[in-house]
């Protein structure tokens, strides 16, 4: 808005904040993450994988419908999650984020303890 001071600008809004929630699956073996996945939410991800991977269930559910971006260091951190799964164990995603999917492709194609489920 222009006054005869000058050109007055808006106060610069606050950049929202990374979150990131997690918790156990009520129907079956596994975790639920909430939100984003980035730098600035790594710390809770990883618990998050480690409660996961904690247990000795077969099959790892995960669910990832409500997460809204996952970057390549995310990615990495569930790739070692599955690598460092005992033998016969296997992570199910259910319903990841597409770049997520292709991340693991492009990255990480061999790692065959990670399948992906879209329903």
Not at 36 to 47: D, G
Not at 62 to 79: H, K, N, P, Q, Y
Not at 103 to 116: A, D, K, R
Request: net charge negative.
């Amino acid at each position: 808005m222009d006054t005869p001071q000058g050109t007055r600008r808006a106060a610069p809004q606050p950049l929202p904040t990374a979150a990131l929630k997690g918790g156990p699956l009520r129907d079956r073996a596994g975790m639920r993450a909430v939100g984003e996945i980035s730098l600035a939410t790594q710390p809770v991800w990883e618990r998050l994988l480690e409660e996961l991977v904690d247990g000795d269930e077969p099959v790892c559910h995960l669910e990832l419908s409500a997460v809204t971006f996952i970057d390549v260091r995310g990615a990495a951190t569930l790739a070692a999650a599955a690598r460092a799964l005992g033998e016969g164990r296997r992570i199910v995603l259910w319903q990841p984020p597409a770049s997520l999917s292709r991340t693991l492709e492009l990255f990480w194609p061999e790692l065959s303890v990670i399948e992906v489920a879209q329903s």
